[in-house]
Each structure stands twice: as structure tokens, then as C-alpha cells.
DNA sequence: GAATTCCCCAGTAATTTACTCGGTTAAGCG
DNA sequence: CGCTTAACCGAGTAAATTACTGGGGAATTC
């Protein structure tokens, strides 16, 4: 697994579209404005993104990008992936021989984490974040007037 | 949160530790070796390790390092967290104000995200991952007359 | 047919990664 | 005491990646 500043730029660019998308599509040239990221940059990303079917373009005046699928059928692991290219570092050796067990052993700790850290991301979809989101706004906003700083403290009860 | 290859280094050179720490301090000179990265690159990044406490280093002949702490004590997060300088991005809106939600409520939406992931890492310690790594070995051996190539189980014992 | 917007690609500045090379300091050993 | 080993330290730099610039094209709408 690799999260970098790219995989977030495609992240939250995935999010504006979730939370824009609703009508109509949202155009590269508004994102750029929003995330401060330049047109160009962006169109490599959601090329990449586009490749793996995680967005829509639509051409011509009003167009822009959709979400390819729903919300809540797209992973933050299909993001940061479509972004990242993912190479694998795993080919070295499939099975340890005796000799160099060092560094076998080393390497299968990493992928295991590495794997446990995809399987993780995995499970969180744009569709949680933004309910997430949402349900802090609410809650933050809910009669509180001073106290609202403090939110952490009875969420955490 | 952010994961790169220099912090899959620090992961795996710090397992390095865990693995063969017990009889003895590990020299950078070994753990160069054995992941194939530059004796001075690995100093930079003990360096940075040494700088949270995450390492002892003992000199002279028969010296080299120590994990700093037990294993078990020593979370992926730390790790990550010592080389890979993490700078905080979050800082521009306290409280995203109502003009320009757009950009504040996707950043604020990374941000649990980038919590999420951490606190995810912060629960997973360089023993666990031995630990697992260790479980997966004994059970692939299961029935396995050839015994010899993990001297690791009973040096662990 | 003109504006808009996605689409595509080549080049490049800026940044980060990873390394080379030069040393100094502390500790062990004969 | 010298000698070796290894951690420590820092400047300079090749290589890779990130992020951008700028040039076009193709589909769509008005």
C-alpha cells in the first residue's frame, strides 16, 4: 500500500464529486478551483481515475465528471490504487530458502501489514466518509452553542 | 497520514530489529545488506528513529542498535510517523465557514479519513506483526518435517 | 459554428528519495 | 597505546516522483 499527496488529491476530488454530484456533473475546472489543484494535474488523475470506471465524463457545455458508481460502491483503496499504480515489491522470492531468511521474513511482515492497511481501506467507501461527515456537521450544530469544541469528549462516550 | 516506501524501510528495517535484536545489537551494516538500501540512507533514517526513541544505538566493535523500547510498545504509527516527517495540512480552517464550504468539507472529510488510518496503525505494534508472522509460519509448517529452516521459532522461545 | 469541456500528450520545474563521499567520535581489543 | 569497528554527522548529488505548463484535439451544447 502507498498513501501519498497524490492518492489524497484523488480522494478528495472524489469526494467533491460525491457530495456535488448529486446534480448534475461537477467540471474539472470547479475542483481545481476548490482543492487549489492546477486543470492539468487533475485531468492525470482522472484519467487514471477514469481507466479503472470510477468516474464519468461527460463532454460539452454542462458536462463534467460523474461518479462512475455509487457512493457507496467505491472504496478509498479503489481511489488511492486507480492513482497510485500500485506496483507490487513482493515478487522478490515465493518461497524463503534457508539461506537469506532475513530478508524474506522482513518482507512477508511488511505485506502482511500492507495487506491488512488495504483491507482496512477497503471497507471505508466514499459514501461512510461523507455520512460521517454529515453526522459531525449535525451534531455539531445540534443546540450547541459553547460547548461544541468538546464534541470529542461525548463522542468518545 | 502518509506511507511511502522510505516508511516501508523504517518498518522493515525496525522488524529487523524485532527479529534478530534478542541476542545481541544488529548493525546498520547488516540491515543494509539484508534490504538491499544504502548504509547511509539507513543512517538518515536511524537517525530520525534515534531522534523519537525509537532506537538505542551502542558503538564501538560488537555495537549496532537496539529497538529503543519493546516490541510490543512500539506501534507501525510511530514508526511512519519518525521518518516521514508528517506535516500537518489540516491548518487553513479552524471552523469551515459557510462561504467556502466546499474545499473545508472535503479536507475535513481527508481528515477523519487520515485519522481513521492512523489510529489504525497506531493499534498494530512491531511485536503483533511478528506475532502474526510468526503464527502463519508455524501453521504453514504444520505436518512439515523440515524444521530447519526456522531457527526463528526457537530463538524467539 | 462558437463556446465549453473532456481528452491527450510532450516537456519541465519542483520536490522527494536515495545514494556517494568525506569525515568525527566512542568503544573494544591486542 | 594504536587499531579496528561501528555509530554518528553533514554536504553534495543522481534518480525518481510530483505537480505543473502549454500545446493541441474531439465531443457536445446553444
Same mark, same amino acid.
Do not use: Q
Given at each position: 500500500m502507498r498513501l501519498s499527496t497524490k492518492g489524497r488529491y484523488a480522494v478528495t476530488a472524489m469526494l467533491d464529486l460525491a457530495l456535488n454530484g448529486t446534480e448534475g456533473p461537477v467540471t474539472l475546472a470547479d475542483i481545481s478551483e476548490n482543492q487549489g489543484i492546477s486543470l492539468s494535474y487533475l485531468e492525470q488523475l482522472f484519467a487514471a481515475l477514469r481507466g479503472k470506471g470510477l468516474v464519468r465524463g461527460v463532454r460539452g457545455p454542462g458536462g463534467g465528471y460523474y461518479l462512475g458508481r455509487p457512493a457507496d460502491e467505491i472504496s478509498i483503496a479503489d481511489v488511492i490504487c486507480a492513482v497510485d #499504480?500500485?506496483?507490487?515489491?513482493?515478487?522478490?522470492?515465493?518461497r524463503p530458502s534457508s539461506a537469506d531468511t532475513q530478508r524474506g521474513m522482513t518482507h512477508s511482515l511488511w505485506d502482511d501489514l500492507s495487506q491488512q492497511i488495504y483491507d482496512f481501506l477497503t471497507k471505508i467507501t466514499l459514501a461512510d466518509l461523507v455520512k460521517r461527515g454529515l453526522e459531525r456537521e449535525a451534531e455539531r450544530k445540534q443546540?450547541?452553542?459553547? #460547548?461544541?469544541?468538546?464534541?470529542l469528549n461525548h463522542r468518545a462516550a
Open positions: #499504480e500500485w506496483v507490487e515489491f513482493t515478487r522478490c522470492n515465493p443546540g450547541k452553542s459553547a #460547548e461544541d469544541l468538546l464534541d
